[in-house]
């Protein structure tokens, strides 16, 4: 079922229920399609740049997110009292909260994104598995419901065989996430998931999935219109991890092989098509290089921090088709062609390096980013901004694009040589190591490579 009966009026005003450099993204998106932007922001990001580029403004809570972009009773009422249309999440936040979409529909507003069943669906990672096995997506050997004992975890584990993954049911980003290698592990790891889980999502559900050592993390750009209709825009390579956050993305994977990513972005749309999925999303998969075997871990319901990388190998404005989704529930014109070239994106991050990551907040007191042709910097930050201690860490997208990967990693060589930020620690440093090691030059890493590789991770 489409819902194309309950889509709201036409959108002509949208607000930006987000911060930082997203909603500067979004607001440039709104800008090019003639349409008005809101920024609903914290006291801390008033003056913000997203602030100074919207075309109104409107101050939602304190700086804590708990008291400002958590609120689905205040963003809602922000947009009400604006007369807006529309709501567009951006990523994190509420962009995946069935509650935000829920509270939009009955307020005859339009949710940029899925609707809310399919929110439901697929943040509940374990009703994902068992959607996509539905589906005919390949998916990691593991639990079908979550683990509420030990004695079951136990047999589980053993049957699975060590090590296991220990999952957190809702959510993302890597929280609740355990790694467990002995048996004697299993219960801690299990408590401290179930209430990492807990604490940062309400829901203190686990599950067990087998561990495949030395994976790398492939994921699948996708767009759906609700009614059946698919597209795919290429694979995004995300293994550069540090604690299951991602640190460097490129399109496409260089060592994905082509019977693979073929098979992988099937699968993909596969999964779209069967739960009917409306909006722009990311189907997640590891990719075991060992048996060229690929398993699906979780599909992500937004726009992804890394979605420039495919926007510049397939030249489609992703938030742009957001829109396009919300207002007319189709895909438009949209071809369903192959990306081109290549593109890598760095995120640089307000953490220190040499101290395993650690967040580091504080004032821009240089704050100059590259420049020139085949350069993209997707940022909020501004010389003398003070970079607040209530958020995410990203301070800018570096994201270069070229013919080939072997120009790509020249050009951003270049670009960070250029990019300039006192003030703080950030990521710049350990970019310009990694473009540099032999390794990664060789597209020869994995989700742990950073661990066994980078001295800062050593570092408590």
Known sequence: MSHVADRPAPISRVLVANRGEIAVRIIRACRDLGLQSVLACSEPDRNSLAAEMADRTICIGGGPPSQSYLKVASVVSAAMSTGCQAVHPGYGFLAESPLLADACHDNGLKFVGPRTDSIKLLGDKIAARTTAKQAGVPVLPGSSV??????????????????????????????????????????????????????????????LEKYVPRARHIEIQVAGDGAGDARAFGERDCSIQRS????????????LPNSVRADMTRAALDLVKFVRYEGVGTVEFLYDAADQAFYFIEMNTRLQVEHPVTELVTGHDLVALQFQIAQHGTLGSV????PRGHALELRINAEDPQRAFAPNAGTLTEWRPPTGPWVRVDTHCVQGYQVPPFYDSLLAKLVVAGSTRAQVLDRARRALDEFRVEGIATTIGFHRWLLDTPDFIRGDVHTSWLEENWPGMRVQ
């Open 335 to 338: 071809p369903d062609q192959p």
């Open 244 to 255: 299951y956050q991602k640190l460097v993305e490129e399109s496409p994977s260089p060592t």
């Open 146 to 207: 979550s683990v509420d004992d030990q004695t079951t975890a136990a047999q589980l584990a053993a049957d699975l065989g060590y090590p296991v993954l220990v999952k957190a049911g809702a959510g993302g980003g890597g929280r609740g996430l355990r790694l467990v290698t002995e048996p004697d592990q299993l219960e801690r790891q299990l408590a401290i998931a179930s209430t990492t889980a807990l604490a940062a999502f309400d829901d203190g559900a686990v599950y």
